[in-house]
């Protein structure tokens, strides 16, 4: 048997363990399991790998950095970023990869335009490193913003983002669980009074499809993007991993 799963906490909104165990009944792949590990801490990760079967891991909040102690090797971009939400087991080795990266370019691409050269990114937790990445990667400027603003390292806080900011800043993108179900009367307190069309409007969330956030954007003429396409791109990353041959096969995801 092949086991598979997913470590975070809380795991009630996991779409991960549902996907997988469609996957391999659509696809007739046979002796795989997919599990769900609500880990209270991270230090319990050590009983789940214990099991001689495990093949592969995702990793969700609040583990994409803490996760990375617990690595043999962390492929280019998660030594780079500090943050990994992919584990291939082979050997008792845990090679750590990011496929949020790879997810949220693919997503992004859909909708992004030319006037999309600036960027707000809310929130600066390891989904906030992989879109950083990310951004870096296609030349787009960016500014986090975060409840606690750091002026050493540019960081805004939320009080910051006026309407002045978001005339410049044209793609917002949302790293944070404001919104996700159950608390979906939530969002990011921003002035989205003076959003337009040329904004173009990103969440992570998929649960609900549409959250607040999201609403008020469309409410706006902005585009608006939820994260349930980024998640479909990262988990077939994350198989695609944790079945090559060998490591010559695998992106530097």
Known sequence: MRRYGL????????FSQRYFTEKFEREGIQGCTYSNFSLATIE?????????ELCGLNVTIPYKEKVIAYLDEQSPVV??????????????????YNTDVVGFEQSLAGHLGDHHRRALVLGTGGAAKAVEYVLRKLGIEYRLVTRRPRPDTGDMGYE???????????LIVNTTPLGMHPAVDECPPLPYEALTARHYLFDLIYNPARTLFLRKGEARGAVVENGHEMLLLQAEESWRIWTAVSAGQMRQA
Do not use: F, K, M
């Not at 470590?7 to 996991?14: A, C, K, N, Q, V």
């Not at 910051?160 to 044209?170: A, D, F, M």
């Open 79 to 96: 030594a780079e970023i500090g943050a990994c939400n992919c584990i291939r087991i082979e050997g008792g080795r845990l090679t750590g």
């Open 7 to 14: 470590i975070g906490y809380p795991l009630t909104h996991s």
């Open 160 to 170: 910051q983002v006026s309407p002045q900011v978001l005339e410049t800043h044209t």
């Open 44 to 52: 319990e990760l050590a009983g789940i790998l214990s099991d001689a």
